[in-house]
């Protein structure tokens, strides 16, 4: 049978558990699976009918290497432009000029620069990061923030990273975030998801991503035009992509805001969703077979 390849990283080698539950539907569709993992020089990308970008959560710390590895892969999906354009939140600001409602966000890659407001509620995370690490929430008005923040923003520009600051979207409190999937540019399914920070800390999964309190959510019609526009407002192609994943919260109006737009590596928590497993085995066989 043809082989696709689903591109891991070296902590999960054999892929995680969302995608291992695509082997058996992937094989009905007359396809067998290989996990690859991308920084492995021993695999030959040029023998898979399709190179799907899955777990390769490791990459944040090697960002020109992997961008580097996308550009060398033959039939990956999503392409490597895609890969570049989208694995530095940076992203966000050619969305707002774009016309998208974005959650307010500050970009700062001298420590010299980084100065949070007295009050409020803030977050603060690498502007090349996965799985929420590196992510952290600080109340203005606590003693000891602003230092903990500082620090926190002198760990991440001594590493190499931009540091992104937004404030703390208060609605999320109760509303959490609602991610909604695309599978080939069709709408699969969506979730919703737990307040990530604060409170207490969440587990970390073999250093890669924090655990998420999930569960399915039918996305509102404010919800779904976002996610449309958002497609419509990329400085590419958008029928290039084989999974496109939107994450908003409740704005202070009630509207919502994009929160990320992720492209290249999304947990699409399949396990929420009847049926999805199906669509999204039959997306990646319909790119493999064109």
């Given amino acids: ?160 990273h931009t540091v992104m600051i937004q404030p703390f979207v208060e609605s999320i409190v109760d509303a959490g975030e609602t991610s909604v999937m695309l599978m080939n540019g069709e709408f699969s399914h969506a979730i919703g998801k737990g307040l990530m920070l604060g409170g207490h800390t969440l587990a970390e999964v073999e250093g890669l991503y924090r655990e998420e309190r999930i569960n399915a959510r039918a996305p509102s019609d404010g919800e779904m035009r976002l996610a449309r526009g958002t497609m419509a407002a990329l400085p590419f192609d958008s029928g290039d992509l084989l999974y496109a994943r939107v994450d908003m919260v409740p704005g202070p109006d009630g509207e919502p805001l994009l929160m990320e737009l992720e492209l290249t590596e999304p947990s699409m928590f399949m396990v929420t969703a009847p049926g999805s497993l199906e669509r999204f085995a039959a997306a990646i066989a319909a790119r493999a077979q064109a």
């Fill in 1 to 160: 049978m043809p082989e696709i390849c689903l591109v891991t990283c070296s902590r999960l080698p054999d892929l995680d558990d969302d995608d291992q539950l695509l082997v058996a539907p992937l094989a009905d569709l007359g396809f067998t699976v290989v996990p690859g993992v991308w920084d492995d020089p021993s695999i030959e990308w040029d023998r898979f009918s399709l190179n799907v970008v899955r777990s390769t959560w490791d990459y944040t710390d090697r960002r020109a290497d992997f961008v580097n590895w996308a550009r060398s892969v033959p039939r990956l999906l999503n392409p490597a432009d895609v890969v570049e354009w989208n694995t530095d939140k940076r992203y966000l600001t050619e969305l707002g000029r774009a016309g998208i409602p974005v959650v307010e966000t500050k970009f700062v890659s001298d420590l010299s620069a980084f100065d949070l407001p007295d009050s409020g509620e803030w977050v603060v995370k690498p502007a090349v990061g996965a799985g929420s690490l590196g992510a952290d929430r600080y109340d203005m008005t606590a003693a000891g923030s602003r230092e903990r923040a500082n620090s926190h923003a002198a760990r991440l520009i001594d590493a190499g």
